[in-house]
């Protein structure tokens, strides 16, 4: 990655260890920005978009934006470093179309400020609570155009790709407008990050789900990506799994709207188990007879099951079944052979997650079988076996 300035500091972003995943970015930048106290808050950034120092600033310059003066209605995220930029839309008088939090209520809201709102009135409109108290549901049938989105990043490169902090909601939201037709691959995309969030990221690591960019707000810059990768085209369905359906009940509705017009709606691998309050999670798939297994220690309190997921996947080791025991700050990763195994092993070397390591290495109740480096599958219904010594109530804080 090669690093830009701090404005603060006039020092470098100093990423000094090979970069190979979204992952290993994230957790560079987030640990920078919180070595050199450049947020606010809320602390630590670790899973969040950073509430970087300066961001209010930055936001204030989408006004400058020649699309900014033309477009009718702006969708803005509802993180907190983009207060700034839904306070600019309503001042602007311009329709405000904030997401609801993790879209289980639907896709987004409309923002309406009480009549003759004065500035003070709009800046809490433009707040979490704001938005939350002067709002209104937009219904999937409404006829929405959206000609300006503006989305926070961990991450973002000069030439427009983005790295968000993992949970792909940003992507999803972008699919599902484009699926009801709000969006088009002509609609501007905008990102507001601090001068030390502009780094390299590898055109490699971006998925036909990710949602590039088209313009970057920093405190000291606008950066016109002129990005050369295309938008989502619309809901990617095979990368979704009926669990992801229950917790976004809208999915199902545009999922029938889809598949009455006659698309593959087909979805992916189904994941059963919670991620929270729900104990043991379990990733299933149809297992081989005999499986190796890993076991991945160290865990950091507050880690979401998604996100280890999103890690083991980009680090390309993605196992049968994830064994998820949040609780007890750890996991068991189910590969199909010990090479298999070896090779995530391998991978797993050095991962850190919220800032601590992981400690990776074969189950204890395989290490005297390494010859064979197997054991057999669980019949279904059961859960796996483990060593006396590891076996403990399996329930999530």
Known sequence: IEPTLDIEKNVKLSLLMPLTSKWDIRQKVWDYIEEKNLANFPRPVHNRIPNFKGAFGACSKVTELQ???????????P?????????????????????????????????TPPQGA?????????????????????????????????????????KGCRIGK???????EWAMMASMGAVSESTVVVTVV???????????????????????????????????????????????????LKKIPILKKLRALEEQAGKDVTLGATEQGSEEGGGEEVT??????????????????????????AALRERKAAPLRLTWQGAQHRAFLDYTDPQVADQALEALQG????????????????????????????????????????????TEN
């Open 67 to 77: 699309v900014f003066t033309e477009t009718a209605e702006v969708k803005v995220d």
């Open 79 to 111: 993180d907190k470093p983009l207060e700034g930029a839904r306070l600019a839309v309503l001042q602007a008088q311009k329709t405000l179309l904030v997401p609801t939090p993790r879209l289980r209520t639907g896709l987004f809201n409309k923002i």
């Open 118 to 158: 004065n500035k003070e009135q709009l800046r809490i409109c433009s707040s979490s609570q704001g938005v939350k108290d002067f709002s209104v549901p937009v219904d999937l049938d409404a006829k929405v155009k959206v000609d300006l989105v503006v989305v926070g990043s961990v991450a973002v490169s000069e």
């Open 166 to 172: 993992g949970e792909g909601f940003a992507d999803l």
């Open 194 to 244: 601090h001068d030390c969030q502009v780094v390299d990221i590898p055109d490699e690591l971006m998925g036909s789900h990710d949602l590039t960019v088209d313009y970057i707000l920093t405190p000291s810059r606008v950066i016109k990506t002129n990005c050369e990768l295309p938008k989502p085209h619309g809901i990617i369905w095979n990368k979704l799994d009926t669990e992801k």
């Open 284 to 309: 299933r798939r149809k297992l081989p007879q005999t499986v190796t297994t890993v076991y991945l220690g160290g865990i950091p309190t507050g880690l979401r099951v998604s996100e280890l997921k």
């Open 351 to 394: 991962l850190c997650l919220n800032g601590q390591s992981l400690q990776a290495e074969l189950a204890k109740s395989q290490r005297g079988q390494r010859r064979s480096g197997q054991r057999q599958r669980p019949s279904a219904g059961q859960k796996p076996k483990m060593p006396q010594s590891e076996i403990t109530k399996e």
